[in-house]
């Protein structure tokens, strides 16, 4: 994500939106981005990390690198929807630098709720978890 200075400041969705990413940079892009744009920000180093701190969370969305050391993106929201039932209404989308279309088709079977490139501009970025969060409310 480019360009972070460029993108300003504005008013939107509010609330927490938990994430992991193991890449310092994309951690520290992705949590300028959602900061800027109104966000309340929860930032792990890995999956396991998040997961173990939802108990005391109440997230909007999660957005999982999928590619991490330890526990993948993909073995992350199977935990995430184990561990939390009740959370099911949750969305949870993957970030990754790195996809192809049978990665896109595995995320939509396991029921991600959308797919953001690490190469998105950081409005776009703001504009998919915008319509994630709207489809959540409408559903």
Excluded: W
């Excluded at 993108?7 to 310092?24: E, H, I, K, Q, T």
């Excluded at 992705?30 to 800027?36: A, G, K």
């Excluded at 744009?37 to 939802?54: E, N, P």
Aim: glycine share 6%.
């Amino acid at each position: 994500m480019n360009a972070l200075s460029a993108m300003p400041p504005r008013a939107g969705f509010s609330g927490l939106v938990a994430f992991a990413d193991d890449s310092p940079s994309a951690k520290a892009a992705l949590e300028t981005v959602l900061r800027r744009a109104g966000y309340a920000v929860a930032g792990f180093d890995c999956a396991d990390d998040l997961i173990d701190s939802l108990d005391g969370l109440a997230p909007r969305a999660i957005i999982l690198d999928l590619e991490m050391p330890g526990m993948s993106g993909f073995e992350a929201f199977c935990e995430i929807r184990r561990r939390y039932p009740a959370n099911l209404a949750v969305p949870v989308l993957f970030f990754s630098a790195h996809y192809d279309a049978d990665t896109r088709a595995q995320a939509e079977a396991l029921g991600a709720a959308d797919f953001i490139s690490k190469d998105s501009s950081p409005m776009v970025v703001i504009e998919q978890l915008g319509r994630v969060l709207e489809n959540a409310i409408s559903h």
